[in-house]
C-alpha cells in the first residue's frame, strides 16, 4: 500500500512540475504537450510524401538443406525508402537481397534456387500478399530494411 501512495504522489508531482528549470518548479500542460507533439509529427509527415514512399524488391527462393530434403519455397524482401531515383532504389535493394542470399547459402541452406524476382513501388507486405497467390506454401523469410542495411555497409566499407 505504501508504495502505491509513493507511486500515485509521484505521478501528480511529475504531471504538475517540470524539474528543468533552475529556480522555482513551473507548472506545465502535459496534454498541450503530448498534442503539440502528434501535430508536429503530421505535419512533418503530410509535408514529404516522398519520404514516406515504399519500394520493395523480393526474389523468391527453393531452398534444400541436408536435414530436409525437400525443397521449400521462401520469399525474401527488401524494403526501402523510394527517393524519386527507382533504379538506385532498387540497385540498392537487389544488392542486400544478393547479400542475404549469400549468408542463407553459407549457414543454412545447401542448394537454393531463384524462381522469381520482384519489384514494386509500395510495401513488401503488398507484394507478399500478391505473390502468395501465385506460389503454393510460399513463406515469408524476411523484411529487411534496405535503407539501414545499405547505410551500415557503407560505412564498413569507409573503415
Given at each position: 500500500m505504501r508504495t502505491l501512495i509513493c507511486i500515485l504522489i509521484a505521478t501528480i508531482a511529475f504531471n504538475y512540475l517540470s524539474f528543468a528549470s533552475?529556480?522555482?518548479p513551473e507548472k506545465i500542460n502535459i496534454h498541450k504537450l503530448l498534442?503539440?507533439?502528434?501535430n508536429n509529427d503530421a505535419d512533418h509527415d503530410k509535408s514529404s510524401p516522398k519520404a514516406s514512399a515504399k519500394i520493395c524488391a523480393c526474389q523468391i527462393l527453393g531452398v534444400t538443406s541436408n536435414n530436409n530434403r525437400s525443397e521449400q519455397l521462401i520469399a525474401v524482401?527488401?524494403?526501402?525508402t523510394n527517393t524519386g531515383n527507382l533504379s538506385s532504389s532498387f540497385a540498392t535493394a537487389y544488392s542486400i537481397l544478393q547479400k542475404e542470399k549469400k549468408h542463407l547459402q553459407n549457414f543454412?541452406?545447401?542448394?537454393i534456387k531463384v524462381y522469381e524476382k520482384a519489384t514494386g513501388v509500395f510495401s513488401c507486405n503488398s507484394l507478399y500478399n500478391s505473390l502468395k497467390s501465385k506460389y503454393d506454401g510460399l513463406k515469408m523469410y524476411d523484411v529487411l530494411n534496405a535503407d539501414i542495411l545499405s547505410e551500415v555497409g557503407n560505412n564498413l566499407a569507409v573503415r
Open positions: 533552475q529556480g522555482k498534442t503539440d507533439s502528434v524482401f527488401a524494403e526501402g543454412f541452406f545447401d542448394k
